[in-house]
Each structure stands twice: as structure tokens, then as C-alpha cells.
């Protein structure tokens, strides 16, 4: 096991920090202020290899599945709704590659990017009011005409909702399955019926565009139902046998992205984190601030960093945050080398990564006093970006719900082999390595 970081996982850290630093860092208290998307952002992202299908591609290369946690947390570093305007098209993606068919990744994946100099969305339409996180309530229908799917409804807190290429829309096509009942469609830019609402303007997250989506009479091609009639019409009948589910497609795709939400809330930590230090630290060059004596009292009178009051707090956000980290690296590299993430573990680091970001932004604006409440210090900022880590892609309530049912159904299994061991009268098997140990 090793826990260091490879030399390309280093240089991939290192050509995203550079791009957040360089690109991102200087353009986003602008798209902050203005709520727009950042089109020149994204553009120049293009230009590195850093935005489009062979970045993604790339991203997943890494057999230990780091690179993608390591880009998100140094693009969210430099601003987490410009990384969002840049990376949110991957949940369209995710929700095409769950559900749809070889040739239907084929086809759209590449327009949720665009290719050469073109920059394209996706958007990925879930979430409706009263139905977000009680996904099998959604009322968005979907109903066969002839050729064509007809579908009605309206979507809410879509990003890149209206603006993108391609949508990505559940809908119930048998609404008395509930879940069971939903499939997923894509909608392309352009077609008729189909429309962007509200636009919202947010406390956070502001370069990146969120919407209402609003489907009249919408009318599709047949071809447009991800997966095909065939897996629609299997997918149905067993859930009219009550033969059990195999899972949602909307609540799998979730699953997949955990990781890469929670290392998105991360990079707000750390870009707070490391203001902070450079913000309270008067003399940079001293190395010895150290030397005073380690009451509390003695060090009242030193440079903020020496304080022992201040080294309390920044200790406890610098040990959050890797706590974090670790999860998020774990779950990550589970994912990659297959391995089910049936302890929840995917929620996990998204739910800690999450709270540590709202916990240490909020926590570090107490160290630095009054000036984090002005627009002229950043943590202003990071701070209200930090918040909606803990509301989208399931919010912090339910992903302790899922991680605790995960849980239950673990413990429960252990049980159940347990009691067949029992009545076999067989010693469990430990494994090769706790086995050899034993001896
Ligand atoms: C900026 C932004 C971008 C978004 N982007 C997208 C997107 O691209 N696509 C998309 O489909 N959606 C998107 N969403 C929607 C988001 O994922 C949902 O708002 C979120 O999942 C919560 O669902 P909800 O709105 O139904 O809230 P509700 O489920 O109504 O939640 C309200 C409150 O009730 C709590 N709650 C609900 N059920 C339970 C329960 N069983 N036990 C305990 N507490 C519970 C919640 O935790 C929350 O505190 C976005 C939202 C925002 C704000």
C-alpha cells in the first residue's frame, strides 16, 4: 500500500494548480460578481487539454484512479463555479454512459463537449420541485406516440439547464412503478417544446449556470430513449413481476460522481486553508517562531502564526481536511480498481468533504476576524461556494441515509454468513495474509 502520490499524479496536481492559478484564480471574483458563464475559461481549458473527451479520457487513465479527484480538487482550488462551468457536462456524460447504448455514448458524449475549438454542454435533468432527493416521486412523464416520445414537465436547479447541447432528462414512462417506472432521454439543443425557465441567481457557485428546464409537448425520436425499447420493455416487465430492482439509473450515476463532488469541496478548503497561512503569516522568512514556550500565555504577544490559539484551529483544519482527502482517495481508487462501494464509501467522502469545506471556511473566517465578512477577503467567497456541497448530489442528510443502509445490509450479510458457518461447524476463513499470521 502506498499512500504518496506517483510522479504523474504529481505532475497532473502541478499542471492543474498552474491553470487554476494562471486562468481560473484572475477571472473569478468577475464571473462571481456578474454570474456568467466563463466561456473564455472553458475555451482555454480546451486549449490545454483540460476541458473535452480526451481530458476526461485521460482523467480516468490513472490506474489508481487519482487523476480525476487531484484535477477536480486544484480546478475547485481556483474557483468552484468556473471548475463546475468547465467540468459539468461530465454528469451528462455519466448519466449517458449508465444508460445508454454503445452507439448512443458515441453519439452525444462527444456533443456534451463539443470537439476542436467548439465548447459545448451537457446538462444531466433529474430534480424537480418535491422530487430531488425522493427521486421515484418525479412527475415529468414521458409517452409514446407513433415514432416519437412525447414528453411534459419541468425540471429545477439544472445545471447548465437550457443552455446545454444536449440534456440528459428522466422522466416516467409507467409512473405507477415509481423508479422502476423512469427512464432517461436525451433532448438536443434546439428541439421544440422544450424550453429554459427561471434562471437562478445563487449565493455560490455563481460562474456556473443553473436553470429551470421546461418540456411542452416535447417531442422526440424514439431513438432519443437511452439504452433502447428492448431494455426499456425487460426493465418494465420485471418490475411488474416484483422480481427485485437493480437499481436506479439516476441514483448509480450519482453514486459514480461522489468521489469527484467531494475533492470539488476540498479545493475550496484547501484554497482557504492556504490563504489563511499566507494571510496571518507577518514574517515568512522567520523560521524559528516556534522557540517561545508552549503555554498559551506566552505566545499572546507573538505573530498570529505563533499563537498557540491560532495553531489550535489551523492544526484541526489542516488534520479535517486530509481526513477528507483520504476518503475521497479511497473511494476513488475503489471505483477505478472495481471494487464495490458497498460500505457507502463513495457517500462517505463526499458527505465528510462536504462538511470540512462549509466547517473550515466558516472556521477560518472566525481566525481572521472582521475583514472575512468584507467582498475585499476571499474567504467571503469560498464560503458561500463551500454551502452547496452539502445540498447537491444528494444532500448531507441523505447520504447519511445511504451510508447507513449500506451499512445495515453489510452487517446484515456478515450475520448471515456467520450463521451458515455456525451450522456448517467450519472456522471462518480469515484470508491468505491474516491466516499466515495467525500461525
Ligand atoms: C446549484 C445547484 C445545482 C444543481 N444541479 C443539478 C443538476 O444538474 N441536475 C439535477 O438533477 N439536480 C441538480 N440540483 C438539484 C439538487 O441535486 C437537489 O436540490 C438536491 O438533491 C436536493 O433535493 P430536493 O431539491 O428535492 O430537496 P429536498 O429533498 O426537498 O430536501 C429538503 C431538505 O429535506 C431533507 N430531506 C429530504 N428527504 C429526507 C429524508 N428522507 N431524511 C432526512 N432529511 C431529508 C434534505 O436533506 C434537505 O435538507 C442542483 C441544485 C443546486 C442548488
Same mark, same amino acid.
Given at each position: 500500500m502506498d499512500f ?5 499524479q504529481? $505532475?497532473? +496536481?502541478?499542471?492543474?494548480? &498552474?491553470?487554476? &492559478? ?25 486549449? &490545454? ?10 482523467m480516468g487513465s490513472d490506474p489508481d484512479g487519482m487523476y480525476g479527484v487531484i484535477?477536480?480538487? $486544484? ?6 463555479? !468556473? ?8 454528469? %451528462?456524460?455519466a448519466?449517458?454512459a449508465a ?33 430531488? @432527493? ?9 409517452? &409514446? ?17 437550457? !443552455? ?30 422544450? @424550453?429554459?425557465? +427561471? ?35 425487460? +426493465?418494465? %416487465? =420485471? ?7 437493480r437499481g436506479?439509473?439516476?441514483l448509480a450515476t450519482f453514486e459514480l460522481t461522489r468521489p469527484l463532488v467531494g475533492a ?33 500565555? @506566552? ?7 505563533? =499563537? ?17 482527502r483520504l476518503l475521497v482517495q479511497r473511494a476513488a481508487w475503489m471505483g477505478r480498481n472495481g471494487i464495490p462501494l458497498l460500505g457507502g464509501q463513495g457517500s462517505m467522502s463526499k458527505l465528510k468533504?462536504?462538511?470540512? %469545506?462549509?466547517?473550515?471556511? =466558516? ?36 447520504q447519511?441515509?445511504v451510508i447507513?443502509r449500506m451499512q445495515?445490509a453489510e452487517y =446484515?450479510e456478515r450475520? !448471515?454468513e ?11 476463513d480469515l484470508g491468505g495474509s491474516v ?5
Amino acid at each position: 500500500m502506498d499512500f504518496a502520490l506517483n510522479q504523474q499524479q504529481l $505532475e497532473v +496536481k502541478a499542471e492543474m494548480r &498552474r491553470f487554476a &492559478r494562471e486562468v481560473i484564480r484572475p477571472v473569478a471574483a468577475k464571473h462571481d460578481a456578474e454570474e456568467s458563464t466563463p466561456w473564455e475559461v472553458m475555451k482555454e481549458a480546451r486549449d &490545454r487539454g483540460i476541458h473535452g473527451i480526451d481530458h476526461l479520457q485521460r482523467m480516468g487513465s490513472d490506474p489508481d484512479g487519482m487523476y480525476g479527484v487531484i484535477g477536480a480538487e $486544484e480546478l475547485h482550488w481556483g474557483c468552484a463555479g !468556473i471548475a463546475l462551468a468547465i467540468s459539468g457536462s461530465g454528469l %451528462a456524460a455519466a448519466g449517458l454512459a449508465a444508460s445508454g447504448t454503445p452507439e448512443q455514448i458515441a453519439r452525444w458524449v462527444p456533443d456534451c463537449f463539443g470537439t476542436g475549438d467548439e465548447i459545448k454542454l451537457g446538462a444531466y435533468a433529474v430534480t424537480e420541485a418535491g422530487a430531488g @432527493s425522493d427521486v421515484k416521486s418525479l412527475r415529468t412523464t414521458a409517452k &409514446r406516440d407513433g415514432d416519437e416520445w412525447v414528453l411534459n414537465g419541468t425540471k429545477v436547479f439544472i445545471t447548465n439547464g437550457g !443552455i446545454a447541447d444536449v440534456h440528459v432528462v428522466v422522466a416516467n414512462v409507467a409512473p405507477e412503478l415509481g423508479h422502476r417506472g423512469q427512464a432517461s432521454f436525451v433532448v438536443e439543443k434546439g428541439t421544440p417544446g422544450m @424550453s429554459q425557465g +427561471k434562471k437562478e441567481s445563487k449565493i455560490g457557485i455563481r460562474a456556473s449556470h443553473t436553470a429551470e428546464v421546461v418540456f411542452e409537448e416535447c417531442r422526440i425520436p424514439v431513438e432519443n430513449l437511452l439504452g433502447g425499447e428492448e431494455k426499456l420493455e425487460r +426493465k418494465l %416487465a =420485471r418490475a411488474r413481476s416484483g422480481e427485485p430492482s437493480r437499481g436506479s439509473n439516476a441514483l448509480a450515476t450519482f453514486e459514480l460522481t461522489r468521489p469527484l463532488v467531494g475533492a470539488s469541496a476540498l479545493g475550496i478548503a484547501q484554497a482557504a486553508y492556504e490563504w489563511t497561512l499566507e494571510y496571518l503569516d507577518e514574517d515568512p522568512l522567520e523560521a524559528d517562531f516556534f522557540a517561545p514556550a508552549l503555554d498559551e500565555s @506566552s505566545t499572546a504577544g507573538q505573530p498570529p502564526l505563533a =499563537r498557540q490559539g491560532n495553531q489550535q484551529i489551523l492544526a484541526q483544519v489542516a488534520t479535517e481536511i486530509d481526513a477528507a482527502r483520504l476518503l475521497v482517495q479511497r473511494a476513488a481508487w475503489m471505483g477505478r480498481n472495481g471494487i464495490p462501494l458497498l460500505g457507502g464509501q463513495g457517500s462517505m467522502s463526499k458527505l465528510k468533504s462536504g462538511q470540512v %469545506a462549509v466547517w473550515a471556511t =466558516r472556521t477560518l473566517m472566525d481566525l481572521v476576524g472582521p475583514f472575512a465578512y468584507t467582498t475585499e477577503c476571499p474567504l467571503e467567497k469560498w464560503f458561500r461556494d463551500a454551502k452547496i456541497y452539502e445540498l447537491f448530489e444528494g444532500t448531507a442528510e441523505i447520504q447519511r441515509l445511504v451510508i447507513s443502509r449500506m451499512q445495515v445490509a453489510e452487517y =446484515r450479510e456478515r450475520m !448471515i454468513e456467520a450463521a451458515a458457518i455456525a451450522a456448517e461447524g467450519t472456522e471462518p476463513d480469515l484470508g491468505g495474509s491474516v491466516a499466515a499470521a495467525a500461525e
